[in-house]
């Protein structure tokens, strides 16, 4: 079979990735075996692969490949998510581009574009995982505006109405007036801004006295419906029960007292504006004032605004502020830090507005939602999150579910009248019907009754995500339901912990009474080498396309984890991605090494080659053990190293070493084998990481049938391992660099012998001295008790080793090495004494600390009486 001198990564990618599609190996139906369940955080369905879907997918399909080959029953569902906002967004502008407004079609027709776009563009990004390698159900793709999943959404918002826990009601909300829909709080994001704040004056009603209130919106005067002072305020007695005029308004409001006035703040009167502050608001609501809402919908100023009316709030700022200096009422301007509001998805400033919205109440379903993280039945990877998810359910706020968008599933809130409770919630028409006759006593029809505008939002579809992809709402006792759920791991991001992870959990408690999965993975945020988030706008994402096309699947995916320990930021870097590209032409060269030596049954065995197989052994059930404890702790990235290191350290660099045949000469059967069976093993580790690479060795090492494919083969068996096998070995390796360093130090060149005579102070065996002799050259090694006079050494430990220095040794410069070595030695010597006599560092440094030091001060003396020795040895 001919093996191509270069890996070919392009070329492997499709062909194993088709055949794994063709073979059916990523299906899973319900049997016998004990289910291992994944289903996918949702991505937006007209969104494209960026480097955070990298990450997240690649630690899932690490997953779910070693489930597979652990024996479970390894299901991935794969699917994308509607995305109302972002969608419709997108849609909008597109039919901006055509000349189209939204606002001149009918929702039906616009419904049609929204498909006609999702169709054309929706599904990209669960192409491009493929690429990736992900080993999705892809017969299971489920998309959130499927008719089966708005049905059981509809059905949750029916049965949950029902239970009286949604209702509807006036609220101040965050407005987007980009999207022009509400949004919630948690998708508000609050950022510092350098703004001004504004110190105005209102003239006293009957009065030539004036108050200066300080405000940071003076657009917002006009819907000013009160000054509130704090009662005990001495400063302002005097204004108790007064009214004052609105600048430009001209309108008389009240002058109204209550605690919440901080009086440190501006001037200690403030300005209440219910309709476009929740704080005002509620002082609003306590004192029965009016709401005056001069904004419209896309936050330029209504009828209320005057003569501002229809043009943009910040427009009317700089207006507003040239309009007040003009009449006197502007006192001052100073610079001012605060908070303000945007929204996630479109960036737009949030603008606070009361309107009549649809609620989830939230108290009673987060009870056993919190409970399930603290108790730990759902398990946090890594744990530090846990007090933050505490802090969000225990203040916990009703959510709003209502969007004011066309895309999405529609409210099933059917109205029959003007009032306020005039509608019934219904499935379909027909049943609207006989709801609105049995409520009113009237013959209700079709006509009589108009659907509620609104959506839901998105996330009131991908909280039931795992139980409906598997139609647990509809049908909450098919076979399916009950076999896949609850879910093994969830692997999201720790920015939509509530968002979406806490809302999955409320939902499984509601409609199955138990967790939606077992573990929960958040992964960190990709950065750039300068820390700062990836992002199309800063231009600092590498295409991931382009980065697997450069450096192949295999070679990115080990790139993402090389340095993604859960939790934490990854500060990624296109080296890595070079890293794990060298990393496949190593395997790749390996494997091309071993297939390309000449077997012969007529040798026998060497010892050397004995040895190196039962070190090996040892040590794979040692590696196996540690990548148990690394997969089981969700330590993804150690369990990566871990796996590097073994083949590229202990395979590669040593076991290889051990076993390949002098020069030109074959190697015996009984070792060869032994070493594709070890290649084998070490495919099968790897293919998590790296399925492509691992697939074609595995492949091209001997015929497989389609029942013996490396991603449906076992995993490998752990073993009681020889542990003393592998510190022995330990050992034996610094021995063999410490005769590497004197050939180097010394220019003997390694095709030259030498002799090696040993005391044996640790009592080590000798079990590994053919492999000291093979890999070091050594034509003779002998055991001795007194230290040898005129020999190069050095120590392991407490044993001395000693080489007869040969006649290309230059004795003077190898005394003049050996001094510099030993001032060095003794000046270390020297600080590692002044550390340890000091008492205070020894007080108070912890144990371990002060035990290192101790360490380092023996290891010093040690060495310094080695060099000693051998110079005494030369200088003899």
Not at 48 to 60: A, F, K, S, Y
Not at 592 to 612: H, M, N, Y
Not at 663 to 680: A, C, H, L, M, W
Not at 832 to 848: D, G, I, Y
Request: hydrophobic share 35%; proline share 4%; aromatic share 10%.
């Amino acid at each position: 079979m001919s093996i191509p001198t270069k890996y070919n990564s392009e070329k492997v990618e499709d062909k194993w990735y088709n055949y794994w599609m063709e073979n059916k190996y990523f299906h899973s139906v319900p049997d016998e075996r004990e289910s291992y369940t994944i289903v996918i955080p949702p991505p937006n369905v007209t969104g494209v692969l960026h480097m955070g879907h990298m990450l997240n997918n690649t630690i899932q399909d690490v997953l779910i490949r070693r489930a597979r080959m652990k024996g479970f029953n390894a299901c991935w569902v794969p699917g994308t998510d509607h995305a109302s906002i972002a969608t419709e967004a997108k849609v909008v502008a597109k039919l901006k581009e055509e000349g189209i407004a939204k606002a001149d079609l009918s929702r039906d027709e616009f419904l049609d574009h929204a498909w006609e776009w999702t169709h054309k563009h929706g599904g990209i990004i669960l192409e491009q995982l493929k690429k990736l390698g992900a080993s999705c159900d892809w017969d299971r793709t489920k998309f959130t505006m499927d008719d089966d999943m708005s049905e059981s959404v509809i059905k949750v918002f029916i049965d949950l109405h029902k239970k009286g826990l949604i209702y509807r009601g006036y609220r101040m909300v965050n407005w987007d007036p980009e999207a022009k829909t509400t949004v919630s709080d948690e998708e508000v994001i609050h950022i510092e801004k350098n703004g001004k704040l504004y110190y105005l004056r209102y003239q006293i009603e009957n009065s030539d006295d004036f108050i200066t209130i300080a405000t940071t919106r003076p657009e917002t005067i006009l819907g000013d419906t009160a000054i509130c002072i704090n009662p005990n305020d001495e400063r302002f007695t005097h204004l108790k029960g007064k009214k004052i005029i609105v600048p430009i308004a001209n309108r008389v409001i009240p002058i109204i007292e209550d605690e919440y006035v901080d009086m440190e703040f501006g001037t200690g009167c403030l300005k209440i504006t219910p309709a476009h502050d929740p704080n005002d608001k509620e002082i609003g609501d306590k004192h029965q004032l009016e709401v005056i809402d001069i904004f419209n919908d896309d936050a330029t100023l209504n009828s209320y605004g005057l003569h501002f009316q229809g043009k943009d709030r910040f427009v009317v700022r700089k207006e507003i502020v040239k309009e007040l200096d003009g009449l006197g009422n502007l006192v001052k301007v100073e610079d001012y830090q605060n908070k303000i509001g945007t929204s996630e998805r479109t960036g737009a400033i949030i603008e606070p507005k009361v309107s009549i919205q649809w609620f989830l109440k939230m108290n009673d379903l987060a009870e056993p939602a919190l409970k399930a993280i603290m108790e730990d039945e759902v398990n946090l990877v890594p744990q530090k999150f846990k007090n933050t998810y505490r802090h969000w359910m225990e203040n916990v706020r009703d959510w709003n579910i209502s969007r004011q968008l066309w895309w999405g599933q529609r409210i099933p809130a059917f109205f029959y009248g003007d009032g306020h409770n005039d509608f019934v919630i219904a499935e379909t028409i027909e049943e609207a019907i006989l709801l609105a006759k049995e409520k009113t006593g009237k013959n209700i029809t079709e006509k009589d009754l108009k659907q509620d505008e609104d959506t839901l939002d998105t996330w009131f579809s991908s909280w039931l995500w795992p139980i409906s992809v598997f139609d647990g709402i509809r049908n909450p006792e098919n076979e399916e339901i009950n076999y896949y759920y609850p879910t093994r791991d969830l692997v999201t991001a720790p920015e939509i912990l509530f968002f979406w992870v806490a809302r999955m959990i409320i939902a499984g408690y509601e409609y199955r009474d138990e967790k939606p999965f077992d573990n929960v993975y958040l992964t960190g945020i990709v950065r750039d080498k300068q820390g700062r988030k990836m992002s199309k706008s800063l231009g600092n994402s590498p295409d991931p396309i382009s980065l697997m096309k450069k450096y192949g699947a295999d070679g990115v995916r080990v790139g993402m984890l090389l340095t993604s320990p859960a939790g934490n930021d990854l500060p990624f870097d296109e080296d890595l991605c070079e890293q794990g590209r060298n990393f496949s032409n190593k395997i790749w060269n390996a494997f091309r090494l071993v297939k390309g030596w000449e077997v012969s049954d007529k040798i026998e065995q060497p010892e050397s080659a004995k040895q190196a197989v039962k070190w090996f052994d040892s040590k794979l059930d040692k590696v196996l053990q540690d990548l148990e404890k690394s997969y089981k702790g969700y330590r993804i990235s150690e369990a990566l190293m871990t796996t590097y290191k073994f083949i590229w350290d202990d395979f590669s660099s040593w076991y290889l070493e051990m076993v390949k045949p002098a020069y030109q000469s074959p190697i015996d059967t009984k070792t060869y084998n032994q070493t594709v069976d070890n290649f084998e093993i070490i495919v099968k580790i790897l293919h998590p990481f790296m399925p492509f690479i691992s697939e074609e060795i595995w492949q091209l090492m001997r015929e497989r049938t389609t029942d013996e494919a490396l991603i449906i083969s076992p995993w490998p068996v752990i073993k009681k391992p020889e542990g003393s096998l592998v510190k022995e070995f330990d050992f034996a390796t610094n021995v063999i660099s410490g005769i590497r360093t004197i050939r180097k130090e010394n220019n003997i060149a390694n095709k030259d012998s030498v002799e090696l005579f040993v005391i044996n102070n640790e009592k080590i065996k000798t079990d590994f001295d053919v492999i000291i002799s093979k890999l070091g050259n050594i034509s003779k090694l002998e055991y001795v008790n007194e230290k040898q006079e005129g020999a190069l050494s050095f120590r392991v430990k407490s044993n001395e080793y000693f080489i007869p220095m040969g006649e290309n040794i230059n004795v003077e410069e190898e005394i003049k090495k050996l001094e510099e070595e030993l001032k060095y030695a003794e000046g270390f010597l020297k600080s590692v004494q002044n550390k340890l006599s000091n008492e205070r560092f020894v007080n108070n440094a912890p144990e371990q600390v002060v035990t290192n030091e101790k360490k380092k001060l023996a290891d010093a003396e040690a060495k310094i009486t080695t060099i000693n020795e051998s110079l005494k040895g030369m200088k003899d």
